[in-house]
């Protein structure tokens, strides 16, 4: 073969390589999907910080709406449901709580606090099955504040 035929097969090969590589993806994670999520997560925290804050009223309506939008939110559900708790909901809390640990049932957090939504409703057995369940689990933390929900009863 002569040198000028190499020369345009490399030439050819080259120019081939570019444009293939340009046609790859830019990125293994769809950014848009990453991007919902990241505005979600502060869509979630705004509204604990109205909740919390200045706009109460606004910050659950905003939290509803995720739930709205996308009903598996168990970020969204466990404010809700903590949020019942503090306004005497004790039945609106446990259904919040309940739907949680049906859509992930490793969720510790959900069975601590309804159990507490269950002692309050005066399920007393149910409120120990659960305080064991959480005693048993071994989380610190979620063991702390039963702990201290016990200590004020």
């Known amino acids: 073969m002569s040198t000028k035929r190499l020369q ?3 030439f050819t090969v080259a120019i081939l390589s570019t444009i293939m590589l340009y046609q790859l993806p830019t990125s293994v994670i769809d ?13 979630i925290d705004r509204a604990i910080e109205l909740v919390e804050g200045e706009n109460p009223m606004e910050g659950i309506f905003m939290l509803r ?6 009903p598996e939110n168990t970020d969204a559900l466990y404010y809700l449901g903590v949020l019942s708790l503090k306004t005497s ?11 949680i640990i049906t859509i992930d049932s490793s969720d510790k957090r959900a069975y601590l606090q309804l159990g507490f939504s269950s002692y309050y409703l005066g399920k007393y057995k149910t409120a120990d099955s659960l305080f064991n369940f959480i005693m048993e689990s071994g989380d610190s933390l979620l063991i ?9 009863k």
């Open 89 to 99: 909901q004790y039945e609106k809390a446990s259904q919040r709580f309940n739907q």
């Open 8 to 10: 345009i097969i490399f």
């Open 31 to 43: 950014n848009s999907e990453v991007e919902n999520n990241v505005n979600e997560n502060l869509s």
């Open 144 to 152: 702390k504040e039963l702990d201290v929900f016990l200590k004020s």
């Open 65 to 70: 709406d995720i739930i709205e939008r996308e």
